[in-house]
């Protein structure tokens, strides 16, 4: 079950590339049993590198957690509408409707005024350093 209420982490801009990549094809890994899919090792670990570079360098992912890439894939995996498949294009799809959410939990605190304990995927805007 996903954490829907979390504090300060850091933002995948913010992760080392190399921990980034290990904690990818984990979650690859991970993903591919879940799904009963069986996934060469050869092609997770190729599917690791691409998918950490684009989380590092996609405008919409940088500044999200890696923890909220995690729920996205949970949330993807057991609530899809479609036939999940171990590509990038999946991967893409549930995190840009897990975003919404975050958004959607970010604007119900900062707009609307509700309590931050009460808005399920709201996370405190990050401070970073430039």
């Not at 609307?112 to 970073?128: A, D, G, R, T």
């Amino acid at each position: 079950m996903p954490n829907l209420f979390r504090t300060h982490m850091k933002t995948l801009q913010e992760e080392n590339i190399k921990d980034l990549r290990k904690k990818v094809l984990d979650l690859i890994a991970k993903t591919s049993v879940e799904l009963g899919h069986k996934t060469d090792a050869k092609i997770m670990a190729s599917l690791s590198d691409i998918f950490a570079q684009d989380l590092q360098k996609e405008n919409r992912f940088r500044r999200m957690t890696f923890n909220q890439i995690q729920d996205a894939f949970h949330i993807g995996v057991r609530y899809c509408e479609f036939e999940p498949f171990i590509n990038i294009k999946t991967f893409f799809r549930w995190i840009i409707e897990h975003k919404k959410k975050v958004n959607d939990a970010y604007y119900q605190v900062h707009t609307l005024n509700k309590s931050p304990n009460q808005v399920p995927f709201y996370q405190e805007p990050l401070k970073l350093l430039k």
